[in-house]
């Protein structure tokens, strides 16, 4: 069964400091790691997807990276309209999406 | 061009009872995906809909149902509802051979179960 876990679940930042958050797998037959965005009540947002170990994706203060175990969002001098939680989801043979919990990033001013 | 709909935003069912939740793709989409949230947990797959059939489904027990209509839109069907129902519903489309980054989701239905 394909497994996601991420770390930390619950991150604090002050603005301008940056960070990572983990992402470690386990799936049969990879056929895509995604990172998404969610606000409170919200759906979540597409981010990145990343399908092979060495490809990397970057996005405004935001960069993922992907090894052949887990993945890492890079965050760069993140801003208070950055504090969400962020979800990484692994696509494996079957097809099916599984979800890690999220790392909930709150960044203070 | 509105993008995923769902209705309704918020429901409250008492045990026992079975509720139906509605989905609205975005235009162009034909695959239509449900997902349960828990509190503080990942989104969890239940099932995909494409061309009117279930395709795909996750862990959920036969109480989870569902239906897509000639128009790809979509209901999700609790019966029997636990306390442990509670949840976000979310409903994601996509268009059918393309992959999880082109699933746009909803924002979901609070269902609470009392």
């Known amino acids: 069964e394909d497994q996601v876990t991420q770390s930390p679940e619950a991150l604090r930042l002050q603005e301008g400091e940056s960070s990572s958050l983990n992402c470690s797998y386990t799936v049969s037959g990879l056929r895509g790691l995604f990172w998404y965005r969610q606000d409170p009540g919200k759906g979540p947002e597409f981010l990145f997807t990343l399908y092979s170990a060495g490809e990397e994706k970057e996005k405004e203060r935001l960069k993922a990276t992907l090894t052949k175990k887990e993945s890492f969002l890079h965050i760069t001098a993140p801003k208070p309209e950055d504090s969400a939680t962020y979800l990484c989801a692994v696509r494996g043979g079957y097809q099916k999406v599984t979800f890690g919990i999220g790392t909930k990033l709150q960044v203070i001013p | 061009d509105a993008g995923v709909t769902q209705s309704p935003t918020h429901l409250i069912k008492t045990r026992g009872q079975q509720v139906t939740l509605r989905c609205s793709p975005k235009?162009?989409?034909?695959?239509v995906s449900w997902y349960q949230q828990a509190l503080g947990q990942g989104p969890q797959f239940i099932f995909q809909?494409?061309?009117?059939?279930?395709?795909q489904r996750g862990n959920f027990p036969d109480r989870f149902s569902g239906h897509q209509f000639p128009n790809y839109s979509s209901e999700l069907n609790v019966n029997a509802l636990l306390l442990g129902d509670s949840a976000l519903y979310l409903c994601?489309?996509?268009?059918?051979?393309?992959?999880?980054?082109?699933?746009?989701f909803g924002p979901g239905t609070r269902l609470t179960v009392l």
């Open positions: 809909y494409y061309e009117e059939e279930e395709r």
């Open positions: 994601a489309s996509s268009l059918a051979g393309t992959g999880p980054d082109t699933q746009y």
């Open positions: 235009s162009g989409h034909d695959t």
